[in-house]
């Protein structure tokens, strides 16, 4: 798998198969690393995608070590092809690497690009948004692919043994996925209340799609120009998927099956 990520600063994108990506990130207070993770894989086809973004407990340095176990733990169990073994692993493994008391939230997702199907985990996580290109409209996506906004999967480390539920949606050109983590979620709006996922599905419908780049941008200069302290008190992350017209090859969909046998008897 070819693999890219960290809980460092990064503004950064990426093509793989089927996806644009924008990551993002920012640790507290300019730290040198944070409590956000951030994660993309690609396998050697290009036919399967995984991304993650996670939020430890706490936050700035105190949270970095743990939050680079979590980065490290999605990769050990990155070629698992069931996305269910992948967020079960990441629970259990993670229960056993953190103290008493930490946890963390995350979104997972794995991508097969022959089929143009997502598979969306949220693990205790505010729900991410999910942008129709057909509607031109941006809603919430809950566990059971509905803007229910209710948390179905409890965060890793809070129960070991935990069954998650997954959400699967087909991505047409066009259509984008945003994660962020809970800086944005718990940003305050003028009246001093929480600004939430309804909150951001506002601001994001009133921002012009055209330039992903730009679109990240503004969101957060719209959510910091609600109140003073918004995105100050905690390290903050954004990952934009956008579904691109890019296929994978006839070679690579032809290899793939030997790959896979090739690396069970490796």
Same mark, same amino acid.
């Given at each position: 798998?070819?693999?890219?990520?960290?809980?460092?600063?990064?503004?950064?994108? $990426?093509?793989?198969?089927? !996806?644009?990506?924008?990551?993002?990130?920012? &640790?507290?207070?300019?730290?040198?690393?944070?409590?956000?993770?951030?994660?993309?894989?690609?396998?050697?086809?290009?036919?399967?995608?995984?991304?993650?973004?996670?939020? /430890?407990?706490?936050?700035?340095?105190?949270?970095?070590?743990?939050?680079? #176990?979590?980065?490290?733990?999605? *990769?050990? %169990?990155?070629?698992?092809?069931?996305?269910?073994?992948?967020?079960?692993?990441?629970? #259990?493994?993670? #229960?056993?690497?953190?103290? /008493?008391?930490?946890?963390?939230?995350?979104?997972?997702?794995?991508?097969?690009?022959?089929?143009?199907?997502?598979?969306?985990? =949220?693990?205790?996580?505010?729900?991410?948004? /999910?942008?129709?290109?057909?509607?031109?409209?941006? =809603?919430?996506?809950?566990?059971?692919?509905?803007?229910?906004?209710?948390?179905? %999967?409890? &965060?890793?480390?809070?129960?070991?043994?935990?069954?998650?539920?997954? =959400?699967?949606?087909?991505?047409? &050109?066009?259509?984008?996925? !945003?994660?962020?983590?809970?800086?944005?979620?718990?940003?305050?709006?003028?009246?001093?209340?929480?600004?939430?996922?309804?909150?951001?599905?506002?601001?994001?419908?009133?921002?012009?799609?055209?330039? &992903? *780049?730009?679109?990240?941008?503004?969101? !957060?200069?719209?959510?910091?120009?609600?109140?003073?302290?918004?995105?100050?008190?905690?390290?903050?992350?954004?990952?934009?998927?956008?579904?691109?017209?890019?296929? /994978?090859?006839?070679?690579? %969909?032809?290899?793939?099956? $030997?790959?896979? !046998?090739?690396?069970? $008897?490796?």
């Amino acid at each position: 798998m070819e693999v890219w990520g960290g809980n460092r600063a990064t503004w950064s994108s $990426f093509v793989v198969p089927g !996806l644009d990506i924008w990551v993002y990130s920012q &640790p507290f207070q300019g730290d040198e690393q944070g409590g956000d993770v951030y994660y993309v894989s690609s396998c050697a086809s290009g036919r399967i995608t995984r991304m993650l973004v996670g939020d /430890v407990s706490g936050h700035g340095a105190e949270a970095s070590a743990l939050s680079a #176990e979590l980065r490290d733990i999605m *990769r050990r %169990n990155v070629n698992y092809v069931d996305q269910s073994r992948v967020v079960k692993s990441l629970n #259990e493994q993670f #229960e056993a690497a953190a103290t /008493v008391g930490r946890f963390a939230t995350a979104i997972v997702g794995t991508y097969f690009a022959p089929t143009r199907s997502l598979t969306v985990c =949220t693990a205790g996580h505010p729900p991410p948004l /999910v942008y129709c290109a057909a509607s031109r409209l941006w =809603t919430p996506l809950s566990a059971d692919g509905s803007s229910d906004c209710d948390q179905t %999967n409890l &965060p890793f480390g809070i129960l070991g043994g935990q069954d998650f539920l997954s =959400t699967k949606l087909k991505l047409l &050109p066009g259509d984008m996925l !945003l994660a962020y983590t809970d800086s944005l979620f718990e940003a305050y709006d003028s009246d001093g209340k929480v600004v939430g996922a309804a909150g951001i599905t506002g601001i994001a419908n009133s921002i012009s799609i055209d330039a &992903p *780049r730009d679109f990240v941008t503004t969101l !957060l200069r719209r959510i910091r120009d609600l109140s003073p302290k918004n995105l100050d008190l905690d390290d903050k992350t954004v990952v934009l998927t956008r579904a691109n017209t890019q296929g /994978v090859t006839l070679k690579d %969909n032809a290899l793939a099956p $030997f790959r896979v !046998l090739r690396r069970l $008897f490796d």
